[in-house]
């Protein structure tokens, strides 16, 4: 098993595709982060001048939106990453040669999966530092999280990458073709799955069904976590005990300013998703256990 997962990671690095979907990771999500912080200080400050009242970083931290938003975008990258790592080696036959020379096809599969979670973790720490550096940037400092949140915020973002990557995978071994599985996979997650999430969630009347949706649960993780410490925070500095009706309002709000409309909270949304990562996954090892190879 050692010497495929080196190999793996030989065939990774030999080859333009990882630090060409890096490149652009970084740049979306530092770009994104940058101005839809510069955009919310901006507003929140117009907003303190007009109360006469000062706006600072000890105030509520409304740039964990800013945050959450730009990793969720730039999870497009590890996703498209995850979907060559198989199909593009079946559409070319390469992978004939690993399965014939390898003890099983488990072990060449099972070397894939350790190495893709891996580069969807470095794919996820590499974008988290992108979108921290946008939002510095954007915001001057100001209406951040503390060092605690930030942390989880991130953290939950780079759990997001990795899981994305590994679906990918999945869904790239199912289908076997690269240009059938970006189609897909891209379509659904840039368009199909936020728009009729969107329609979902306004139309059930703010239920959670959007939120069981493959990306959805994904926005989920990120955005739950900061609608989360944002209520905990205005509570905090305001005082006060809100009622569970005003609490669920609130987080409604957040999530889907964060992309994540009708999403659970936290650890249910990264609950859900795994189950969607697992099945697509599961299914798609399964099938290459079984694929005919010449």
Known sequence: MGNLIRAEFLK???????WALLIPAIALALGWAWLSSLAFTD???????????????????VNSIALTRAMNFATLFPM???ALALASEINRKTITTSFLTAASRSSVLGAKAIVYTLWGVIYGLV???????????G???DLVPDAGDWILILLTGVLACML??????????????????LVILLLYAALVGP???????????????????????????????????????????????PSETEKEAFDMAVRAAAGAPGAFSTWISGLIFLGWTTLFFGFGIVRNNKRDIT
Not at 12 to 18: E, K, P, Q, V
Not at 164 to 177: K, N
């Open 80 to 82: 498209v990453f995850g």
């Open 195 to 241: 728009v009729s999430e969107l329609i979902l969630w306004v139309s059930s009347e703010g239920s959670n069904v959007a939120g069981v949706l493959p990306n959805g649960s994904a926005n989920g993780l990120t955005g739950s976590t900061a609608a989360e410490l944002l209520y905990n925070q205005i509570v905090e500095i305001g005082g006060g005990n």
């Open 12 to 18: 990774i690095l030999t080859t333009r595709l990882w």
């Open 164 to 181: 994305w990557t590994l679906l990918g995978m999945g869904v790239g071994a199912l289908l076997g073709s690269p240009v059938a599985t």
């Open 43 to 61: 507003i929140a400050n117009d907003i303190g001048d007009a109360l006469n009242v000062s706006i600072s970083e000890t105030e509520i931290a």
């Open 139 to 141: 915001s001057g400092g």
């Open 127 to 137: 974008v988290a530092g992108a979108a921290s550096l946008g939002v510095l940037i």
